[in-house]
């Protein structure tokens, strides 16, 4: 699939933007704060519904806006591998006090409107329509910073290529809130083993899923950055990934057994800390890279940040390999500042990569960082405060 044309209005520092968008290399150049990483935030937001970069759906509306209620519009128009068009559109609303004498008076919430092709959809709906992989430099936190970090990012990932996938964890997440508050109450009354049982039995469900499909994909992640990495790196080092969830299997047939056993051992320990101890939320990815004629390392504590950052590349690429084979559509490759940090043979390596992506849409504040060579092979355009210039 490719983006063929991009609407933003009111959306951060855009005022407006209409942007034809061809298949193949754009590069935007500009310098920091002109609104580069802001037009790969749009899309992204297009794909899943959420930013990269915002705490609360307010923050994406320009504030500068001289509408008397504040919104903002995100649109795209998408062609997929079969030859269909899609047409993606979000608008947020600032929210008006409904009490007459305060009427049309901004009350600090946002409403989010999506629709596909004119129909309205929930943003659960949506992922798939536009599938997308995007880099930023932050990702180093994929490496270097929490499980979490790493958990969010096979989520949002799965979620994309597996509607179920999406599901499962929504579901999840909801009933792990649920059983946790049951668990909390159990300090102020008695307790109800058939009470709790009831979310257990979800819990384990949607648990066991999301666990498979992880474990699946970090299988098939490490069969990709065995080719990749090595690219990246001049064959210097190989990435391996290690999935360490922490349902455990002791001989059960599968991995809801496993997950419903260790419940029950924990129970006791589950209802003095009031959490549930075990699930696909307490799971974590580990990254080692083997290294010829020296010892493996631990790349989550020991890597450089040059190391850090070909690790995390080299997962988005594998990810864009990964939702072509899923999905039968290759992924919009987006790469913020992706060469600062790198060396000049790390850049020729991941420049040679992206000239072939499908379509990849790449920010840079320096057209130093790239090759006469490349820049010939690709669309560049200037971002200037909010416009293409």
Not at 8 to 34: I, K, M, S, W
Not at 171 to 198: I, S, T
């Amino acid at each position: 699939m490719h983006l063929t044309h991009l609407t933003l209005a009111n959306f951060r520092n855009y005022a407006h933007l209409e942007l034809d968008l061809d298949p193949g290399v754009t590069l935007l150049q500009g310098n920091n704060a002109c609104g580069k990483t802001s037009l790969l935030e749009a899309i992204f937001y297009l794909a899943t519904s959420k930013s990269p970069h915002a705490g609360a759906d307010r923050e994406l509306m320009r504030w500068a806006s001289d509408e008397p209620i504040p919104f903002a519009r995100i649109e795209s128009q998408v062609v997929k591998a079969s030859g269909a068009p899609t047409q993606i559109e979000i608008v947020l609303v600032q929210a008006t006090d409904e009490k007459k004498e305060n009427a049309n008076k901004p009350n600090g919430r946002v409403s989010k409107r999506i629709k596909v092709n004119g129909i309205p959809k929930r943003g659960l709906d949506l992922l798939g329509e536009l599938n997308v992989v995007l880099f930023l430099p932050e990702d180093l936190n994929l490496v270097f910073g929490s499980p979490g970090d790493r958990r969010r990012y096979l989520d949002i990932t799965l979620s994309q290529i597996d509607s179920r996938y999406g599901r499962a964890l929504t579901k999840y997440n909801q009933v792990l809130e649920q059983r946790n508050g049951v668990l909390r109450e159990f300090k102020e009354r008695a307790y109800n083993p058939q009470q709790l049982d009831v979310y257990t039995q979800q819990l384990i469900a949607e648990g066991a899923y999301v666990t498979a499909r992880r474990v699946e994909a970090i299988t098939r992640y490490n069969q990709l950055v065995a080719e990749i990495h090595p690219r990246l790196t001049e064959a210097r080092e190989q990435l391996r990934l290690v999935y360490q969830p922490s349902i455990v299997a002791d001989g059960e047939p599968d991995i809801a057994a496993s997950f419903k056993r260790q419940l029950a051992e924990l129970r006791a320990r589950e209802l003095s800390a009031v959490v549930t101890l075990v699930g696909p939320h307490r799971d974590d990815v580990r990254f080692w890279l083997d290294r010829p004629n020296a010892p493996a390392m631990d790349a989550n504590t020991y890597a450089s940040r040059g190391q850090g950052r070909t690790i995390a590349l080299a997962l988005k690429l594998a990810e864009v390999a990964l939702m072509r084979a899923e999905t039968g559509e290759a992924p919009v490759l987006l790469l913020d500042d992706v060469m600062s940090e790198l060396d000049a043979p790390r850049r020729a390596a991941i420049a040679q990569t992206m000239i072939d992506a499908p379509q990849a849409i790449i920010t840079t504040t320096d057209l130093d960082h790239f090759t006469p060579e490349f820049i010939e092979r690709v669309r560049v355009l200037r971002v200037c405060d909010g416009a293409i210039v």
